[in-house]
């Protein structure tokens, strides 16, 4: 079974800082990997995604993630935080076989301090 | 370039009522989804489609129904609106690979 761990539930930076969001899954072959992020009242919106090739993906608003496999991890990184980045980001694996379900992680709080 | 419509955005149902949530794609994806999102529960799955009349049970689908009558079409049904169904609603839909989500619906039952 496909399973996403998020182990942190808040984090909180300073803005012009780095960050750097943690993901570990689980999955029994290749993952397809996604990071997506929820402004308050907003839905989610698909930041990044890594299906197979270059371990290290760009997303939009300047956020990138690297997939490792040995560790089997797949964590965000921004090098310097907005503050219009607060928001909740949520890691996603998947699919599995069937109807292209993906198992989503409980999310992680970004607070942005000035 | 719509993506994914819900309707409505807000909607304060009394226990026992019922009342159908509408969700609308314009990309052609196959795959469409229901999910309710709760405080320090995430995400969790309540329905979802494989294709234009094809519903199947997520991981808590009890008190509600579903239908996809067209393919751009996925109806979320609450016969008997509880209070445990208060939450935020948020339909998707995917071509496979990464979903695309709509803006979701916020639900009081009172």
């Known amino acids: 079974a496909q399973s996403v761990t998020q182990p942190d539930i808040h984090i909180t930076v300073s803005e012009g800082a780095s960050l750097e969001l943690r993901c570990n899954y689980s999955?029994?072959?290749?993952?397809?990997l996604f990071w997506y992020v929820q402004s308050p009242g907003q839905g989610l919106q698909l930041l990044l995604k890594?299906?197979?090739?270059?371990?290290l993906v760009q997303g939009i608003k300047g956020f990138e993630a690297e997939f490792k496999r040995s560790q089997s991890s797949f964590n965000l990184r921004k090098p310097s935080v907005h503050w219009s980045d607060a928001a909740e980001y949520f890691c996603?694996?998947?699919?599995?076989?069937?109807?292209?379900?993906?198992?989503f992680g409980d999310g992680t709080t970004l607070t942005v301090k000035p | 370039n719509a993506g994914v419509t819900q309707t409505p955005k807000f909607r304060v149902l009394k226990t026992g009522q019922s009342m159908t949530l509408l969700c609308a794609q314009d990309?052609?994806?196959?795959?469409m989804y229901w999910y309710r999102q709760d405080p320090g529960m995430g995400l969790r799955l309540i329905h979802y489609?494989?294709?234009?009349?094809?519903?199947a049970k997520g991981e808590v689908p009890d008190g509600y129904n579903v239908s996809r009558l067209k393919k751009q079409n996925f109806l979320l049904g609450l016969e008997s609106a509880a209070p445990s169904q208060t939450s935020v609603y948020f339909c998707?839909?995917?071509?496979?690979?990464?979903?695309?989500f709509g803006s979701g619906t916020r639900l009081t039952v009172v």
């Open positions: 998707a839909s995917s071509a496979r690979y990464g979903y695309t």
């Open positions: 999955y029994g072959a290749t993952p397809y």
């Open positions: 890594y299906f197979s090739g270059d371990t």
């Open positions: 996603a694996v998947g699919p599995n076989t069937n109807a292209g379900k993906s198992t």
């Open positions: 990309m052609n994806h196959e795959y």
């Open positions: 489609s494989v294709g234009e009349g094809t519903t």
